[in-house]
């Protein structure tokens, strides 16, 4: 049997069944998406936005997989490939991508009591669900660092970071609509779980046992079936949350509170984190670029809140950073002797990015610290990151230490001198500025809780594990102050 052959025996009848009860309920009078809300056309549109965030989301992916030989086909068991990737396989997002949207929405027009009371509040219903897929996503960065994990490992760092944002946006909205949402997941899930096993036994493409856990489930490899649930899960958050009534309400509370420029900025700056970790051949550009979109990302931010003084509390963190760092690379004040080792862009022979960094994660510590005791408190969020970027930056060779100390090769002075610095620095931003010791918004504050799972990912993926823990130990002890958005606000 061919991967085309394939689908006509599994997907395209199970597609055209779905195709046909749609239309039927349509003529009936029913709205595509029923009690799930929002109109019949904003519910296709919808669909087909999630068909191109399919394809163009796994793609690059699913070509990294067959390249490194997680997976492949037999020769003449495709039409083409398209990359690495047969067009079977392209098809094979879409067809999903529709078949799970279609169900969801017939569950919506003929289920009924689609809303379930949640005693838990709406914030920490957020909060563990996204905490738990991004422990998820740490669990793939570990499993990256053995063979037999490489297929596991990329599952959970390819669909963890999505679920993140999914469940961080609306976990409690799709926890209220639970039931709809447990049967569009299991349904298409169990399907494909039982033609994914006879194709594999057909030998339409085969699993590499050597970067697999060799764990069986009825006869189907373990990672198999987590990529068949991962994307349904994907598919019908994605596609509950688009149709939820309050989501839009929401997203513009979101919108609101971060202005478009920064707004922008920013999703690019942890957008661009994402691979660096997974890139370690491309390190110091990707760390330039990413620092580089942090900086402006928080210039445009503390612009659109302070105004034009915001470009003069740019302008001396960015000559503090240049002072500072100069000074502790010639003399070793305040952060002990070390040098500079990476290519890249130099001014008085101090790396353009190291004082961008002073300036965004000044600010961003002081959103992040306790509103009492600012200027004492965000210079310790500030050390709490360097536990983190320090070990990290001198395991890629970015710098090093003179006389290393036992902890990530990194002496304990050079967190001394981060306080110290970070203190002197912060005093002078809210001397210039003191509206920055009331900031207590989202935005600055998501930037640091990104931050803080993407360092951690990065410590583990590179084996820097004591790092990692401690740096999550200190930068999540700061995140416990905040509190959540209230749900008036937020729906």
Known sequence: MTYL?????FTFPLLLLIVGLTWRDLRLGHSLAGELGQTSRFALVALLVHVIIAVVYTSPWDNFLVYKGVWGYPEGRVLLSIGYVPIEEYLFFVVQTILTGLLLMALGRHLRSLEQPVSISPGLIRLLG?????????????????????????ILVWSAPILVLQWGFGGD?????????????SIPTVYLWFADALAIRFGIWWIDP?????????GLPLEEALF??????????????????????????????IRPWSR???????VSMIPTPLVPGQFTILVQFSTILLALGVLAYTVETYGRKAYLLFAVSLVFGFG???????????FGAYQYNAAAPSLIGVPLLVPLGWWAFTVVAIAAAPRRGRVLLAPLVLVAWDLGLDPLMVHMGFWTFDRPGVYGQVPF?????????????????????????????TALRTVFGIQAGLMVFGLLFFGLFVPGVVTALGMGTFMLFWKSFPASESS
């Open 5 to 9: 052959q394939f689908h006509f025996a």
């Open 130 to 154: 996204a905490a738990f897929f991004l422990l998820l996503f740490l669990i793939g960065a570990l499993a990256l660092r053995f063979d037999k994990g490489t297929y596991l490992g990329l």
């Open 173 to 185: 909205y799709l926890l209220q609509r639970r039931r709809v949402l447990l049967l569009a997941i």
């Open 210 to 218: 050597e970067q697999t856990t060799g764990i069986q489930l009825f």
């Open 228 to 257: 068949f649930l991962a994307t349904n899960i994907l598919i019908s958050f994605g596609m509950l949350l688009a149709l939820h009534p309050s989501s839009f309400p929401r997203m513009l509370y979101l919108v609101a509170k």
């Open 264 to 270: 922008t900025l920013l999703i690019l700056w942890a």
């Open 324 to 334: 500072v760092e100069w000074l502790g690379s010639t003399t070793g004040v305040p």
């Open 413 to 441: 002075t050079n967190f001394a001198g981060w306080y110290v610095a970070g203190a002197f620095l912060t005093l002078i931003l809210l001397r210039l500025e003191p509206r920055l010791g009331q900031e207590t918004r």
